[in-house]
């Protein structure tokens, strides 16, 4: 069933460091990336989402690329804080549907 | 605004009982979503409800899952009888419209031993 192929598992960075998570998706009838954050005991939350007419969004510290011909998009975080250390998962729902398929997440740890 | 709720936050059970699990959405939310993430895997897609109907039900393991959302607000997901790979955690979610901002609730911690 997994359609999105995220990777690194895990990531450890400094605190001011830029972490960058990678997801990969196999149907093209996606067209709406989000990226959620989860903190330990606590949902999935939005945290930034991109579709594919752009090929870059920015909110604040964090940032999506998207590469359509590749099919792949990714999850920059700049100046990384302490606080940002949680798991973090992109994923991909059909079009006009919210079943979304995610990816296994990415456990992001920030040193201070 | 109340956010998505789920109860119980953990439940623990033996092989073979029942466990029912419930969601209340955000309030006039009519999209409602089951997923489920096994330990270290990805969060998968059990079910989506649009108002008291199943929209889409293929995430379902197997016979023994049965979810429901009767009068269309809160909904429910019960396990009968439960086994071992059963667990993990499940989540709830709930929309607006289908491909807007889903909503999660904190998710309910299944162990069965």
């Known amino acids: 069933q997994q359609q999105v192929k995220q990777s690194p598992q895990s990531l450890i960075v400094q605190k001011g460091g830029i972490p960058i998570i990678n997801c990969a998706y196999e149907n093209t009838a996606f067209d709406y990336f989000p990226w959620y954050q989860q903190f330990p005991g606590k949902g999935p939350a939005l945290l930034i989402a991109?579709?594919?007419?752009?090929s870059e969004k920015k909110e604040g510290r964090f940032t999506i690329s998207f590469n359509k011909s590749a099919k792949q998009f990714s999850l920059h975080i700049m100046d990384s804080q302490p606080g940002d250390s949680a798991t973090y998962f992109c994923a991909a729902p059909p079009y006009g549907n919210n079943d979304m398929r995610f990816g296994a997440g990415t456990r992001l740890t920030v040193k201070p | 605004e109340a956010g998505v709720t789920q109860f119980p936050s953990h439940s623990v059970i033996e092989k073979g009982q029942t466990v029912t699990l419930r969601c209340d959405p955000i309030s006039g939310h009519d999209n409602l979503y089951w997923y489920r993430r096994v330990m270290g895997k990805e969060i998968k897609f059990l079910l989506h409800?649009?108002?008291?109907?199943?929209?889409?039900e293929s995430g379902m393991p197997n016979n023994r899952f049965l979810a429901e959302r009767t009068g269309g607000t809160y909904s429910t997901l019960k396990v009968q009888p439960a086994e071992l790979e059963d667990s993990g955690v499940y989540f709830c979610?709930?929309?607006?419209?289908?491909?807007?901002?889903?909503?999660f609730g904190q998710g309910t911690r299944l162990t069965v031993v």
């Open positions: 409800f649009v108002k008291e109907s199943k929209q889409d």
């Open positions: 979610a709930s929309s607006t419209m289908p491909g807007t901002e889903a909503f």
């Open positions: 991109i579709r594919p007419d752009v």
